[in-house]
C-alpha cells in the first residue's frame, strides 16, 4: 500500500523509526535503485532473444513500495504474512520482493565501483580488493518466531502414550 511510503513523505523526521534510515539517507537508496535497474534494464534490451521478455503478471508495488517492504522487514522483523497484509499482496509476494531487494546495496556499491574504476586496470584491481572485504551488517534483535508445530496425534482418554508405558516398565 503507498499509505507508508505517503507517510513517510508527509512525516521525513519519522522515517528512521519507521524503516531505519533518516529521509534523506531512504531518499538516495531509492534513486540508486532505479538508476541501477533502469542499467539492468538496458543491459537486458541490448540481449538477443528468442522469446521477448515483458510477459507475465504484472508489478502490484512500485519499485519504492518494494524497498520500503524490504527496510520494514529488517527492521521490524516481522512475518511475511504481516507485510503482504500491510502492503496489499500476497506473502509469497512479499518473500519474493525482500529476497530480489536484500542484497540491492551490495549490488549497488559493487556496480558504482566496477563502473568507474573500469577505465583504469589498476583502479579495478584496487576495487575488487576492496570489495572482498565488504560485508553487509544488519543490527537487528533476534527474536523467537511462532512457527507451526508438527501434526502429533492423541491418545484416546484411558489409553497409555508410549511414554507413559516406558515410565511403568
Keep these: ?47 538477443i532473444r528468442i522469446i521477448k521478455g515483458g510477459g507475465g503478471r504484472k508489478v502490484k508495488l512500485s519499485m519504492e513500495e518494494q524497498i520500503i517492504l524490504t527496510l520494514i522487514y529488517l527492521r ?26 536484500f542484497p540491492l546495496p551490495a549490488r549497488i556499491v559493487t556496480f558504482k565501483y566496477v563502473r568507474t574504476s573500469k577505465k583504469n586496470s589498476s583502479d579495478y ?18 527474536q523467537p518466531r511462532e512457527r507451526p508445530g508438527e501434526y502429533q496425534e492423541r491418545s484416546l482418554p484411558g489409553e497409555a502414550s508410549p511414554g507413559e508405558l516406558q515410565k511403568k516398565v
Design 1 to 47: 500500500m503507498a499509505n507508508i511510503l505517503e507517510y513517510i513523505e508527509k512525516n521525513p523526521e519519522q522515517a528512521q523509526r519507521l524503516v531505519g534510515l533518516k529521509y534523506d539517507q531512504l531518499q538516495q537508496l531509492i534513486q540508486n535503485a532505479i538508476t541501477h535497474n533502469q542499467k539492468l534494464a538496458e543491459a537486458e534490451e541490448q540481449k
Design 76 to 101: 521490524h522483523l516481522t512475518t511475511f504474512q504481516l507485510l503482504g497484509i500491510q502492503f496489499g499482496v500476497s506473502e509469497t509476494t512479499a518473500n519474493d520482493t525482500f529476497n530480489y531487494w
Design 125 to 142: 584491481e584496487i576495487v575488487k580488493e576492496i570489495l572482498t572485504e565488504y560485508e553487509l551488517i544488519v543490527d537487528s534483535c533476534e
